[in-house]
């Protein structure tokens, strides 16, 4: 039986963008629908996307600073937005 090649471990960066960017869309609509208003839904929404994508990064043992976009990018990109949208709505 032969065995398949070994899988590059670092992604494309517009793949990388792109599951961004599709995961940004999902919160901002689950966030719409949240019944405690659209600021504080997407904050937390928000919150909860840094910590599991820094949970992602170090399960895959990916390097915090490496050259290639991965998952600390991603969780410090919504933590950015985080801010942003806590600045933003004047979420306490």
């Not at 517009?14 to 659209?38: D, H, I, N, Q």
């Amino acid at each position: 039986m032969s065995q398949a090649p070994d899988m590059p471990r670092t992604l494309s960066p517009s793949r990388v963008m792109a599951r961004f960017a599709v995961r940004l869309a999902l919160l901002t609509g689950f966030a719409a629908f949240g019944s405690v208003g659209f600021g504080r839904s997407l904050a937390v929404l928000l919150w909860m996307s840094v910590v599991l994508c820094a949970l992602a990064g170090l399960l895959r043992r990916e390097p915090p600073f490496g050259a290639a976009l991965n998952h600390w990018d991603e969780a410090v990109a919504f933590g950015a937005l985080f801010a942003l949208v806590h600045i933003a709505s004047g979420v306490a």
